[in-house]
Nanobody, 123 residues
Framework: EVQVGVSGGGSVQAGGSLRLTCTAP????????IAWFRQAPGNECEIISR???????QYADSVKGRFTISKDNAKNTVYLQMDSLRPEDTAMYYC?????????????????WGQGTQVTVSS
């Protein structure tokens, strides 16, 4: 059985790139939107990108044009390609199905799938 979770975080300099990977439960992957969230210290948990079952995508203004969400249906996997990273992108990143939560803060509190991955961008 495929292990659900997130990976791909790390430390990079400003302007660099990282790709995050989220493996979701198959039944969830096939039936609902999957989203990436992030939370920086002292900040609220924010949804930064989501992808629908049809492949439609949405982005928060803070990442639009720099981040790209995609998915591989055969692997139940969603990716977040992050380019032109900035120090303000430093946060813990989480993956979850937004429809499973009445309050997005709960995603960051509970960890989504896999408890998140840290991204640190230095100037």
């Amino acid at each position: 059985e495929v292990q659900v979770g997130v990976s791909g975080g790390g430390s990079v300099q400003a302007g660099g790139s990282l790709r995050l990977t989220c493996t979701a439960p198959q039944r969830t992957f096939e039936s609902t939107d999957i989203a990436w969230f992030r939370q920086a210290p002292g900040n609220e948990c924010e949804i930064i990108s989501r992808i629908g079952t049809s492949g439609s995508t949405q982005y928060a203004d803070s990442v639009k044009g720099r981040f790209t969400i995609s998915k591989d249906n055969a692997k139940n996997t969603v990716y977040l390609q992050m380019d032109s990273l900035r120090p303000e992108d430093t946060a813990m990143y989480y993956c979850a199905a937004p429809g499973d939560y009445s309050d997005y803060d709960l995603v960051c509190q509970l960890g989504g799938w896999g408890q998140g991955t840290q991204v640190t961008v230095s100037s």
